[in-house]
């Protein structure tokens, strides 16, 4: 089934009603659509876990102060194009905005499918810089998603990262297995897991319900690759802002062999203020997981300090409250101190 891209495709689909099409034009105009045919399929209903994710709303138009386009601040940190260094010994290669769905609150939303791939002068600029600048041992690759490569991109890709013997470990940040399970082929687990390098698949998923029989298949062909498999979430108002929602998916994801690994505190990205949650309320779901869930099935929560600053976990040792209401302390991993205005 091809993807829905736009409102038109929605309400054809039944995903989206008629009567609410008009209201949602200026949503599409400012934010990309697209729905996978396996994402329409997890969708029970307009207001589930999976639509509130995928589905376009007049929330989105409402623009708050505070609101970034780059809330995480990768230009600060790009010293070629498509490239990040915020940390010595990784950096981040954006090789396409392009991605299987688009999510309502994604941090990216407003750069995501513009350019798509990198060229391959570009590719070689961003590999060029990550081979004379021997500490950086790690490199991520992102975007967009990185898995809506042929399998022949990727396997090349991964190929010329490998070939860089200051390298060790090639993360991915992917929502593939799960959104489009059906592009992880035999040929794209074999590519991954042959590498010489130590090869970490990240999967970005929110809600159990998100899992369905050929998104289990995908992720066992990247287990039995011998990738490491392990989970990225953002925490959302109305998705998974509850105990046991956030229990159902870690142990979904568990049972399927991948590890909970980051629970992020939704970005300052515009329009989104809907899903976000109060720092207060992740701190306490983290406190009530604890007495569920066992160490290997809790992740980190964490918080992407405005500005490019990097990321913190959100506890005392980097987290603590500030002078005025709503205001928080954090401190980035350099030892500076920044305000936070929790919206």
């Keep these: 089934m091809k993807a829905a891209v736009s409102l038109d495709d929605l309400v054809a689909r039944g995903l989206v009603g008629a009567d609410e099409a008009p209201a949602l034009l200026p949503v599409q105009e400012a934010f990309r659509i697209r729905v996978t045919g396996a994402m ?10 999976v639509a509130r994710q995928f589905l376009p709303d007049v929330q989105e ?3 708050q102060d505070g609101e970034l386009f780059d809330p995480i601040g990768d230009e600060a940190h790009s010293p070629v194009k498509g490239l990040t260094h915020r940390y010595p010994d990784r950096v981040i290669l954006h090789v396409t905005k392009t991605c299987e769905v688009y999510c309502r609150f994604c941090f990216r939303r407003e750069a995501v499918g513009e350019e798509g791939h990198l060229t391959e002068a570009e590719i070689i600029a961003a590999l060029d810089y990550v081979a004379v600048n021997p500490q950086i041992r ?21 190929g010329r990262i490998g070939a860089i013997a200051t390298v060790e470990t090639l993360r991915i940040h992917t929502r593939i297995p799960v959104v489009a399970p059906e592009r992880v082929t035999e040929e794209l687990a074999e590519s991954l897991g042959n590498s010489r390098l130590s090869v970490v698949l990240v999967v970005h998923t929110n809600h159990a319900q998100e899992f369905t029989d050929a998104a289990r298949v995908a992720l066992g062909r990247l287990r039995s690759a011998g990738i490491m498999l392990l989970s990225q979430s953002v ?17 979904e994801l ?7 690994y980051y629970l992020h505190h939704c970005d300052l990205a515009r329009g989104v203020s809907h899903f976000r949650t109060s720092i207060a309320e992740g701190m306490a779901l983290m406190r009530g997981l604890r007495g569920r869930l066992s160490g290997p099935l809790l992740p980190t929560y964490v918080i992407d300090i405005p500005g490019g600053f990097g990321k913190v976990p959100v506890n005392p040792a980097y987290v603590s409250r500030g002078d005025a209401p709503k205001e928080w302390r954090i401190t980035d991993w350099k030892g500076g101190v920044h305000r936070y205005a929790d919206p």
Excluded: W
């Design 40 to 49: 329409e399929r997890a969708i029970g209903d307009r207001s589930d876990p």
């Design 61 to 63: 138009l409402g623009i």
């Design 138 to 158: 790690e490199v991520i690759l992102t975007g967009g998603d990185p898995l809506v490569l042929s399998a022949r991109r990727i396997k090349d890709l991964v």
């Design 235 to 251: 925490l959302l108002r109305g998705v998974n802002d509850s105990l046991d929602a956030l229990e159902n998916l870690f142990r």
């Design 254 to 260: 568990m049972r399927n062999g991948v590890k909970p």
